[in-house]
């Protein structure tokens, strides 16, 4: 691509944002969609058994001491931040029922899962008994295509509860957020508080919905424009106050992202501390959303962030594709550095810092075609359709240890 060619898209760009729209949200959601791939590329590693299947691992279990890294690469409650005020501002401009307005949504969000997974469903045979890709290696990748569709549900419930919220932030204002802060509270201290032992395991998954929807609930009541910026500094400094409190008085793990091995993790569900992070998080983007947007006014800023966020769901279903990608032709050579072999070494990080503008490059390209999923299936009969979903289906079997 020339330089004039870059130069004159950047300017279409540029002519065909109205003039009303709110870059600093649009900049904040690219972000949050970039910190997803970048997390999962940097922190998550492969070793290589003897038989040659490629096995999930992390450099946080040999260097915990980069755990903090986590919490700047952890802004899933930033994304639900600005995805409850874009609800908002899209939820009041509706023309039909409130029903509609949620299909139309729905619909945006589980078409590209159904393609990743269906694709998924076909490649799994391909591989397998086309070129011999071990089938411990198969099911260690479909875990890593799954792991970003948990949000993807999440984010489809607590996008149903939008009205919802909407009449939460209209009684309450920022406070409408503190009941599914406590409800988390609550349920932590049932589960690593004194009578944790006595408390059965599933306790934990209480914590999913309000885990989550804290964030939505304070962009919605943003959105609803009940937050000030005297509520965004107490969020900022009482959510960077509890964070400490967590880590250093209650013996919370410090990274954000489970680690093998530990016993405890903050996110799968979410724990007290991520709603801490988010809090924080959100406080900050709000402080900083005036400054942010002057800053997108430069055209040659804002056409990027135009264009992550054109590719939102095709940045979260196949990322960690185009990681596998590189990964499993890889293995059969055998241990190639900050790629696959044990990340336990500080030559393991900087050779996976040199290989995350492959991975980068092969998601552009895999994007290329793979963005039609997210366009309305107009084309498509029922029967394809339905070949589909039953694709889909298999792989959920498959990679979910159910087959």
Known sequence: MTTSTVTKAVATIEARTPAHRDRAVDGLRALALLAVPTGHWLLGGFTLSSDGALHNASPLSAFPGFAPVSWLLQMLGIFFLVGGHASVLSYRKRKGSSGAWLKGRLARLGRPVLGVTAVWAVLLPLLHYGFGVPGDTLRTASTLVVQPLWFVGVYTVVTALTPLCVHAARRAGVWAAAPLLGSVAVVDFLRYGPCAETMPAWLSVLNVLP?????????????????????????????????????????????????????????????????????????????????????????????????????????????????????????????????????????????????????AGLLVLIGRYARGFESPWTRTGPAPRAAAGLLAAGFAVFALGLA
Request: aromatic content about 10%; overall charge positive; proline content about 7%.
């Open 211 to 359: 885990g989550w929807l804290f964030a939505y609930q304070l962009g919605v009541s943003w959105g609803e424009g009940r937050v000030t910026r005297r509520h965004a500094w107490g969020l900022l400094l009482g959510g960077a106050a509890l964070f400490a409190a967590l880590l250093l008085a209650f013996g919370y793990p410090a990274s954000m992202v489970g680690v093998p091995g530990e016993a405890r993790t903050n996110s799968h569900p979410p724990s007290l501390l991520v709603l801490a992070l988010a809090a924080t998080q959100s406080g900050l983007a709000i402080l900083l959303r005036d400054r942010l947007g002057r800053l997108l006014k430069r055209p040659v800023l804002w056409a990027p962030v135009v264009v992550v966020n054109l590719s939102a769901m095709t940045i979260l279903c196949w990322h960690q594709t185009a990681m596998l990608a590189a990964a499993i032709p890889a293995s059969y050579a055998g241990e190639v550095p900050g790629l696959v072999g044990a990340p336990d070494t500080v030559g393991w990080i900087l050779a996976r810092l040199a290989w995350m503008p492959l991975f």
